[in-house]
């Protein structure tokens, strides 16, 4: 059984190692995740028993939504836990009147967004490195 709560700081070294073993990690640290977490409106992990196995982050604006860092631990995939995640962050932004959820994904990810009913939209996005 799959248990979805709330992040805790006491989470971080786990995630870490979810976000790296879902080639996420950026090089975070500890500090990257404490910042990521007092700006993001949802973010969540689900858990199997006691060890991290999912895990999402989303900012909201007031209107507009940006998902970061679904990950989901291999071993773990296609048990519907990227789903569950969705869910349930899906339901709490809808709750503080989101409308929309803007995300990047890799094309093997797509499938995956587009069976859960998200569409590609018309623009392209763009993005600038620093």
Do not use: H, W
């Amino acid at each position: 059984m799959y248990k979805i709560s709330n992040v805790t700081k006491k989470d971080f070294p786990e995630i870490l190692k979810l976000l790296e073993k879902c080639n996420l990690d950026f090089k975070r640290k500890i500090p990257d995740l404490e910042k990521a977490k007092k700006l993001s409106t949802v973010f969540l992990v689900c858990r199997k028993e006691k060890s991290i196995v999912g895990a999402v982050r989303v900012i909201f604006d007031g209107y507009y939504c940006i998902l970061y860092d679904l990950a989901v631990v291999q071993e773990f995939r296609n048990q519907n836990i990227g789903k569950l995640l969705m869910k349930e962050a899906e339901k709490r932004l809808k709750k503080q009147g989101a409308k929309y959820i803007f995300l990047n994904a890799s094309d093997e990810a797509v499938k995956f967004y587009k069976k859960i009913g998200y569409t590609k939209p018309k623009t392209n996005p763009l993005i600038k490195y620093f």
